[in-house]
């Protein structure tokens, strides 16, 4: 089995075998690494078990962070959600953006997560895929079954351009992952194959242009809140391709035309925490608090 580099190339080969797109990438991934199929499976259901790990952990500990600028929020999210039934988040959206959350705060409370595709953007996979687990009744299988989905979107997106906030930006980070996201939440509601790859460039087209800003150099602030609204962004978008919306513009071209906002965008917004939020005057007093300069 060749590489297969593009979303054309991955929806043709899709198509023309009959597969779905999980079934296509466990195949390459056990080509590409030597391995069987059952052992690509197996390598993702540890992963799959290390995410709700992540989300249990994130939320029965409530400390802060080293920086003491994070920790608290998602217990905030979980007891709003908790002690009412009546809130326009309450259920499926809720849950998702208070585990987004928690694995994010457990990210910067040193703790173990699956980078997806990166530690910034932990949050935004996990969150939705156990989440939709748990409001359906979704299998173990299923949600395995998920995650190849939500790496091949990686995967194709990852050979076009850098998935990091210093080359391209957040768009790159939680922008790709909301992508990942909400191609996997609509392999769970058995859409389509091309529902699943409009539902990851519906989501990534359209955080188009996201800084990367980082408080004091941290992956903190914004980046933990960042994961809540992205994850919350994805099922947006598998929704909408769900219903039968497409974007106007072909997958591979909107990859290619993040890009290239990654490459304009000026380096001063790519992690180097020199504009945005990481400037303005109360970023600047947390910085020299936190390093003591």
Do not use: W
Request: overall charge negative; charged content about 15%; aromatic content about 4%.
């Amino acid at each position: 089995m060749e590489n297969i580099v593009s979303f054309s190339q991955l929806l043709e080969y899709s198509n023309q075998h009959d597969k779905r797109i999980y079934q296509v990438m466990q195949g390459l991934e056990a080509y590409m690494l030597e391995k069987n199929e059952d052992q690509v499976r197996n390598l993702t259901l540890r992963n799959l078990k290390t995410m709700k790990s992540s989300i249990e952990k994130g939320l029965s500990v409530s400390s802060l962070s080293p920086s003491g600028m994070s920790g608290l929020d998602a217990h905030k999210l979980l007891k709003r959600y908790e002690n009412s039934s009546n809130l326009p988040f309450n259920g499926l959206l809720g849950r998702i953006m208070t585990y987004s959350v928690a694995i994010s705060e457990e990210n910067q409370r040193m703790g173990k997560i699956v980078a997806c595709p990166t530690a910034g953007s932990c949050g935004i996979v996990p969150a939705v895929i156990v989440s939709y687990g748990q409001e359906y009744g979704f299998s173990e299988e299923q949600q395995v079954n998920a995650l190849i989905t939500a790496g091949a979107t990686g995967k194709i997106i990852a050979q076009q351009m850098h998935l990091a906030g210093a080359v391209a930006g957040c768009q790159a980070e939680c922008g790709v992952a909301s992508a990942m996201a909400a191609s996997a939440a609509v392999e769970l509601m058995r859409g389509t194959n091309d529902q699943i790859v409009h539902a990851a460039i519906l989501a990534l087209k359209n955080v188009m242009g996201l800084v990367c800003d980082p408080v004091a150099g941290l992956v903190e602030v914004p980046c933990i809140k960042r994961n809540g609204f992205m994850a919350v962004h994805a099922v947006s978008a598998s929704e909408m391709a769900l219903a039968g919306v497409q974007s106007v513009v072909p997958p591979d071209e909107v990859v290619q035309a993040v890009k290239q906002v990654g490459v304009l965008m000026s380096p001063m917004l790519k992690e180097s925490s020199e504009a945005g939020l990481a400037a303005t005057e109360s970023a600047k007093t947390i910085t020299r608090e936190f390093f003591k300069f």
